[in-house]
């Protein structure tokens, strides 16, 4: 595993193992991923340790949001003026954000917001989203059924 001139990590096909196991199992052993990679258990440690700080990957539990009392998910198309990276990023700072971002096409910033239900996602878009200031108009997607949900795609 190297850097290359922007500061960022470039992953060998050690590296991509590793993560690969972790995605199978995020509580695989450090000795079951070395064994499968052919690598000591601390030179795993450290792979991964240098992963994470990195910023390439996070190592986290992921929930089922019924299950934890969260029954109302939306996805939420917001056009913006002036810097978005600050607009996005004021959105990201609200607890019920799940992930921001910035793209191209017909909405400047999507956030999915994740509530307890239909009067909290309410208050969230009324009061908190539309506060931010460079916020103009939004466009919410309430979400029916999720059909799927992978996180499998990080080393292809």
């Not at 000795?31 to 795993?44: N, Q, R």
């Not at 994470?52 to 929930?63: E, F, S």
């Amino acid at each position: 595993m190297t850097r290359n001139d922007r500061n960022s990590v470039l992953l060998d096909d050690v590296s991509k193992q590793i993560i690969e196991q972790l995605q199978q199992d995020g509580r695989r052993s450090y000795a079951a991923i070395g064994k499968a990679v052919g690598l000591s258990e601390a030179a795993i440690r450290q792979r991964v340790q240098r992963l994470v700080d990195a910023g390439v990957m996070q190592i986290v539990a992921v929930t089922d949001p019924m299950q934890v009392g969260l029954f109302r998910q939306a996805m939420i198309g917001i056009k913006a003026s002036g810097d978005l990276e600050k607009v996005a990023d004021r959105l990201a700072e609200l607890d019920e954000v799940a992930y921001a971002v910035i793209c191209a096409g017909s909405f400047d910033v999507i956030c999915e917001v994740v509530t307890e239900d239909d009067d909290h996602l309410l208050e969230v878009l009324s009061k908190r989203i539309r506060a931010v200031e460079g916020v103009e108009t939004t466009e919410t997607l309430i979400y029916l059924k999720l059909v799927k949900q992978s996180y499998q795609w990080g080393t292809r």
